[in-house]
């Protein structure tokens, strides 16, 4: 079964220093993977995503995230925090086609990210 | 440019009734969620669809039920609500990908409490 962690519940820095948020996943196939922001009150909003192409993806709003098979990580990254990051962020993963669960989205627990002026 | 719609916004229950959360696409996605999410608890999976008739249960689907009559319809249904499905509740859609589902696109939200 697919399953996603994310280390970090919440994640403090401060502006324009990097941000590094953790997400670790369990697949016996290669998923999909994706990265969402969301801003307090607010909807999902997708970040970005790896499906099959580069491993190292880039995203909206300066963010990036590199696929690491060997690791079964997908961190997300931004080399200088801006006070507008400041969300909850969620790593999902998706079951491949032919598992069991095909087309099921899984939710890591969010890491809170503040960003201190 | 609709995308996900889902309705109503905000509810507020007794315990013991019931009601429908809509949710409708319009991007013909095979694919269909229902989330509900509590603080500081991420998005639990209450149940999905891959296809019209076909409905699968996620995490945490007691107190629920779905059906899928149509490609762009997917219903939630809460029969005897309870407090604790006080909780935002989200519908999204996706379709295939090579490597399964594409990224999903999610409506605005349901915020519902029970009392």
């Known amino acids: 079964a697919q399953s996603v962690t994310q280390l970090d519940s919440h994640v403090s820095v401060s502006e324009g220093t990097p941000v590094l948020l953790r997400c670790n996943y369990s697949?016996?196939?290669?998923?999909?993977l994706f990265w969402y922001v969301q801003h307090p009150n607010k909807g999902l909003q997708l970040l970005l995503k790896y499906t099959s192409a580069a491993t190292l993806v880039k995203g909206i709003n300066g963010f990036e995230a590199e696929f690491k098979k060997s690791e079964t990580s997908f961190h997300l990254t931004k080399p200088s925090a801006h006070m507008s990051d400041a969300a909850e962020y969620f790593c999902v993963v998706s079951s491949p086609h032919g598992s069991s669960n095909t087309g099921k989205l899984i939710f890591g627990q969010g890491t809170t990210l503040q960003v201190k002026p | 440019n609709a995308g996900v719609t889902q309705t109503p916004k905000f509810r507020i229950l007794k315990i013991g009734q019931s009601m429908t959360l809509q949710c409708t696409q319009d991007?013909?996605?095979?694919?269909m969620y229902w989330y509900r999410q509590d603080p500081g608890m991420g998005l639990k999976l209450i149940y999905y669809s891959v296809g019209a008739g076909i409905t699968d249960k996620g995490e945490v689907p007691n107190g629920y039920n779905v059906s899928r009559s149509t490609t762009e319809d997917f219903p939630l249904r809460l029969e005897l609500a309870a407090p604790s499905q006080t909780s935002v509740y989200f519908c999204?859609?996706?379709?295939?990908?090579?490597?399964?589902?594409?990224?999903?696109?999610f409506g605005q939200g349901t915020r519902l409490t029970v009392v």
């Open positions: 991007m013909n996605h095979n694919y």
């Open positions: 697949s016996s196939y290669s998923p999909s």
């Open positions: 999204a859609s996706s379709t295939n990908g090579d490597r399964g589902s594409t990224e999903a696109f």
